[in-house]
Structure formats: structure tokens, C-alpha cells
């Protein structure tokens, strides 16, 4: 435990000395503030309250900029490493590769909490602005589910994205790889799951886009077969993950 706590304190460091951190914190926030604005804009139009914790938490914008945010996050995780050679020299030490793996992926995931924390602010923001006749808002059951989804689908793209960079030692093509597979996902699984006109294919996609279960989370909605799903297969990347590194190791 004490050296996954100092591979883990080291990677979360790593991750705030980088210029790229800050780039990523700076595109994320400017497009999580516009999301807000324009979702302002259209609860001053007529939407419902309702509305609103599924505007912050499953709109498009913020949807489609995770898949090219989390990439910059992890491409030097693995990559880096690689081509300066200090990944040959850290496994010929006595730490595990599992632990190496999960420190990686415990620091990414928790930098990529903290590009959510404006949400916060967003949140209270819309409390204050909220009449005072109006009860129950927000609903506190919704938030929490939202964030759990937050959490998952993060988890996740960190993992396809850890992986991604465990496979080469450029990080620009770790970047482009994970992009590909999570934007191309998501768009090809959103489109499946809303202009489908096959309904097998339509329930197949309702069932693996992360659009569609952003916008359940965002509802309050906690399927366990969801959760399931999504758990195990940022498990099996974390398992491809530690694999690929220890075949460095022989």
C-alpha cells in the first residue's frame, strides 16, 4: 500500500507540474461555463427546472468534450515514460505492475475530478437564482446519481486511454488512438440509440452510449446493470493495461 500511495502522490503531482494540465483545465472549463450560459439561455425561454441537472451533467457539449479531453490526460501516462526509457528502469525495481497500473489510472481519475469541480459552482449558482416558491430543487437524488455517472464514464475512458498509451511510446499517437475510440464510440453509439430506425440496433445503442446513460444518471436514474458494465470493462482495460507492461518486463 505504502507504494502505491507513492506512485499515486507522484503521478498526481506529475499531473499539475505538466502545461498541458492547465490547457486541459482552461478547454474543459470554457466549454463546461459555455454549456452553463446556453443552458441559462434556455431555462429563460421556457425550460423546466428539471431541465436543468440534465443540462449540466448530460448536455452535448460537455458529452463530446470528455473523448477528446481524457486523451490529453492520459497520452504521457505510459508514452512518456517509454521514450525517456525511466519505464525499463522502474520495472526492473520491486514494484508491481498492478500497483504502477492503478497508481497511474487513481491519478488521472482524480485530476479529472477536479475539471468537475466548477459544476459545484454551477449548481449553487442555480439554487440562488431558483425561486424561493419552488420546492425541492435540486433534487439532491439526481446529483449525486449524475456525479456517480461523472465517475463511471470517467473511470472508464481513463482505463481505454491508459491502455492506449501503454501501447507505443508517442504520445501524440496514444492521444489520436484514444480519441478515435471515444469519440468514434460515442458518436457512432448516440446516433445508434436516437436515429436508429432498426429497433434491436436502437436498444443496443441505448445500452452502450455513454450520451444516453448521462442523461439517465442525470435523472436520478442508477440501473446496476449500467453500473456493472461499466465497471468491468474499465477493469478489463486495466487488466489489458497491466498485461502490455509486463510484457515489457520479460
Known sequence: MSVFLSLFKKEFRTSFLSPIAYVVMFFFWVLSGGNFIWLLQQMTSGKSLMFATQGIFGGMVLTFAVPFVVPLITMRLFAEERKLGTLEALLTTSVRVPELVLAKFAGALVFYAVLWLPVLVYLFTLVRLCPQEVVGFP?????????????????????????????????????????ALLFGSTLVLTFMASSSQSSSVQVLGQYYSSYVHMLDFSRGILDSRIIVMYLCNSAWFLFVTTRLIEAKRV
Open 139 to 179: 433534487d439532491g437524488g439526481a446529483i449525486w446519481s449524475a456525479f456517480v455517472g461523472v465517475f463511471l464514464i470517467g473511470a472508464l475512458y481513463i482505463a481505454v486511454g491508459l491502455c492506449m498509451s501503454a501501447m507505443t511510446s508517442n504520445q501524440i499517437v496514444a492521444a489520436i488512438a484514444s480519441f
